[in-house]
Antibody
Framework: QVQLVESGGGVVQPGRSLRLSCAAS????????MHWLRQAPGKGLEWVAV????????AYADSVKGRFTISRDNSKNTLYLQMSSLRVEDTAVYYC???????????????WGQGTLVTVSS | EIGLTQSPDTLSLSPGERATLSCRAS???????LAWYQQKPGQAPRLLIY???SRATGIPDRFSGSGSGTDFTLTMSRLEPEDFAVYYC????????FGQGTRLEIK
């Protein structure tokens, strides 16, 4: 079955960096676009970034553009989110999620990981 | 960005009753690209409906979605105890955005 497991969250000071990982299994990872989303404590959901199945195309929410970088290693079945210049408002549970279809991006989210908490605080 | 407003914020019903949740978009959602998710405390969201009315894999048929343009509805025909959760709508016709959520609680 499809499994997505995030890691790398923790407490970090404002202005510092952090890298999240998402290990995928149970499907052909290299065929699917992948996303990061986040949810601030007690708040709603926010899409963060997407990467195409081959890693060539990427897109970001305006709130993270220029600070976050999404990447993938298809040989390791792993998705990454490099977060730089972190702000207090980036505090959230970060989820990786799989696009429902192969190749083209559809921007809705069929499978989700359980999330990893990032807390930005001094 | 398309804004999504869900109503009501909280809905109090009893098991066995019918639930109707609304999602209104600030502009027309392209190709009715509207999805619904269920989220329980401490869990990731679960995809229920996509394309406004198509059920995702494994979703019971008591869940149904309808609507087009700017007005969409999620209906649960007879509530089961496990249906009490927070529900989010999401549009993906343009840069993806979510509604603020409707909390479905036991009356």
């Amino acid at each position: 079955q499809v499994q997505l497991v995030e890691s790398g969250g923790g407490v970090v000071q404002p202005g510092r960096s952090l890298r999240l990982s998402c290990a995928a299994s149970g499907f052909t990872f290299s065929n699917y676009p992948m996303h990061w989303l986040r949810q601030a404590p007690g708040k709603g959901l926010e899409w963060v970034a997407v990467i195409s199945y081959d890693g060539v195309n990427k897109a970001y929410a305006d709130s993270v553009k220029g600070r976050f970088t999404i990447s993938r290693d298809n040989s390791k079945n792993t998705l990454y989110l490099q977060m730089s210049s972190l702000r207090v408002e980036d505090t959230a549970v970060y989820y990786c999620a799989r696009d429902p279809w192969t190749t083209a991006v559809h921007y809705y989210f069929e499978y989700w990981g359980q999330g990893t908490l990032v807390t930005v605080s001094s | 960005e398309i804004g999504l407003t869900q109503s009501p914020d909280t809905l109090s019903l009893s098991p066995g009753e019918r639930a109707t949740l609304s999602c209104r978009a600030s502009q027309s959602v392209s190709r009715n690209y509207l999805a619904w998710y269920q989220q329980k405390p401490g869990q990731a969201p679960r995809l229920l409906i996509y394309g406004a009315s198509s059920r995702a894999t494994g979703i019971p048929d008591r869940f149904s979605g309808s609507g087009s343009g700017t007005d969409f509805t999620l209906t649960m025909s007879r509530l089961e105890p496990e249906d009490f959760a927070v529900y989010y709508c999401q549009q993906y016709g343009s840069s993806p955005s979510f509604g603020q959520g409707t909390r479905l609680e036991i009356k």
